[in-house]
T-cell receptor
Framework: DQQVKQNSPSLSVQEGRISILNCDYT??????FLWYKKYPAEGPTFLIS?????DKNEDGRFTVFLNKSAKHLSLHIVPSQPGDSAVYFC????????????FGKGITLSVRP | DVKVTQSSRYLVKRTGEKVFLECVQD?????MFWYRQDPGLGLRLIYF???????EKGDIPEGYSVSREKKERFSLILESASTNQTSMYLC??????????????FGPGTRLTVL
């Protein structure tokens, strides 16, 4: 049973436009959500996170929105740049899980020049 | 900066061989993790460890074992490699409580091919 779902495997956007990456979860115990970015042949790197007590967190061009009632979060990238082209993983953690994260399958973002 | 290193970037082994993947972190993190990444399947947790000599099974432990004799080192062992273990293997570490946002720090990965 997949607890973190990224239903769209890929997304293509024009440089300068907004990229919106979606993530849904089923486990109501999750209280922390993270986004990771991964380039080919490299390990994932942390991008941004949000606690379940918030509904928005912003860091430069990256904003994460959380809708707890819908068990849905989204990552907005504005403006998108070609260097943002990568695989993005949504991850979630529950209290007492020893920092164990549950990852989604990832979405491949392509930003066209 | 946190640094997580993995012993090899690329590895080619034959079916039936015993394979060791080593991971070292330099930030005194308590938790260490082994994942594999496959196209369309995302990151799947194989094993994790929250202390020296402690280990817990993740979602896909079959065919793997782990060893954590020292806090900074976490080894993944394929007792008898099979072709379906061809994958990208990623090691990660994190700190209990003090690290912000439950962040895990990843190594560069080892691309293992089993022939």
């Amino acid at each position: 049973d997949q607890q973190v779902k990224q239903n769209s495997p890929s997304l293509s956007v024009q440089e300068g436009r907004i990229s919106i990456l979606n993530c849904d979860y089923t486990n109501s115990m999750f209280d922390y959500f993270l986004w990771y970015k991964k380039y080919p042949a490299e390990g994932p790197t942390f991008l941004i996170s949000i606690s379940s007590i918030k509904d928005k967190n912003e860091d430069g061009r990256f904003t994460v929105f959380l809708n707890k009632s819908a068990k849905h979060l989204s990552l907005h990238i504005v403006p998108s740049q070609p260097g943002d082209s990568a695989v993005y993983f949504c991850a979630a953690s529950a209290p007492g899980a020893n920092s164990k994260l549950t990852f989604g399958k990832g979405i491949t973002l392509s930003v066209r020049p | 900066d946190v640094k997580v290193t993995q012993s090899s970037r690329y590895l080619v082994k034959r079916t039936g061989e015993k394979v060791f993947l080593e991971c070292v972190q330099d930030m005194d993190h308590e938790n260490m993790f082994w994942y594999r990444q496959d196209p369309g399947l995302g990151l799947r947790l194989i094993y994790f460890s929250y202390d020296v000599k402690m280990k817990e099974k993740g979602d896909i432990p079959e065919g793997y074992s782990v060893s954590r004799e020292k806090k900074e080192r976490f080894s993944l062992i394929l007792e008898s490699a099979s072709t379906n273990q061809t994958s990208m293997y990623l090691c990660a570490s994190s700190s209990i409580g003090t690290a912000p946002d439950n962040e895990q720090f990843f190594g560069p990965g080892t691309r293992l091919t089993v022939l």
